[in-house]
């Protein structure tokens, strides 16, 4: 039974260009969520996504940044125009449809994103 | 502001010790609460969720929580080396977890 995958693991990209983080969530799950982690930081909620629906977007920044998760393929995180500061570690989670938006949370393997 | 606060250690026991974590939080509201396990460079692993007041058990792992103290922790019996790690601390309610920054936790042998 696969887990939540990521893909890219690693993503390197020059200032300005556009970066794209993909999920697909465990099977059986409809709810997505998107973490980022900096260095020596906690882990900060930004998006949380049903298929073709935005639940929570509180924590997303309000310019260059958005997700999406279409009805057919994985969640998108997109980060256009990247900066330096936009470096960090991106973590997808996935719950169970049952458990609406407090079930437990189980995470992919990250997405370490290096702007140069 | 929604905050959990963990002290982030290190904290530091022999081998077949207890390990006692523990974090609180400012949001009355949050209904869920979960400790994960992440070591260096790889992602949060779940090891206990919690939503009602008192203790839940599974194997070497007990969590507790007290939601008049707004206070949860993580009670790890016969700690190996291998739970060398940082535990986080995570709470809220529909989805948006508040995570705290984490305690390390070093096991020695």
């Known amino acids: 039974n696969a887990g939540v995958m990521q893909n890219p693991r690693h993503l390197v990209r020059r200032r300005g260009q556009e970066a794209r983080l993909r999920c697909s969530p465990m099977?059986?799950?409809?709810?997505v969520y998107w973490y980022r982690q900096l260095p020596e930081e906690g882990l900060k909620f930004m998006v949380y996504?049903?298929?073709?629906?935005?639940?929570?977007e509180s924590g997303m920044p309000k310019e260059r940044f958005s997700a999406e998760f279409p009805k057919e393929g994985p969640s998108i995180l997109r980060i256009q125009q990247v900066v330096r500061g936009d470096s960090a570690a991106y973590f997808c989670?996935?719950?169970?449809?049952?458990?609406?938006?407090?079930?437990?949370?189980?995470f992919g393997p990250g997405t370490r994103l290096t702007v140069l | 502001q929604k905050e959990v606060e963990q002290n982030s250690g290190p904290l530091s026991v022999p081998e077949g010790a207890i390990a006692s974590l523990n974090c609180t939080y400012s949001?009355?509201?949050?209904?869920?609460f979960f400790w994960y396990r992440q070591y260096s460079g790889k992602s949060p692993e779940l090891i206990m969720s919690?939503?009602?007041?008192g203790d839940k058990e599974d194997g070497r792992f007990t969590a507790q929580l007290n939601k008049a103290s707004q206070y949860v922790s993580l009670l790890i019996r016969d700690s190996q080396p291998s739970d060398s790690a940082t535990y986080l601390c995570?709470?809220?309610?529909?989805?948006?977890?508040?995570f705290g920054k984490g305690t390390k936790l070093s096991v020695k042998p």
């Open positions: 989670a996935s719950s169970p449809s049952f458990a609406g938006g407090s079930g437990e949370q189980f």
């Open positions: 099977k059986g799950h409809s709810h």
């Open positions: 996504l049903q298929k073709e629906n935005i639940i929570d």
């Open positions: 949001d009355r509201g949050s209904q869920s």
């Open positions: 919690i939503y009602s007041n």
């Open positions: 995570a709470g809220g309610s529909q989805g948006n977890l508040i």
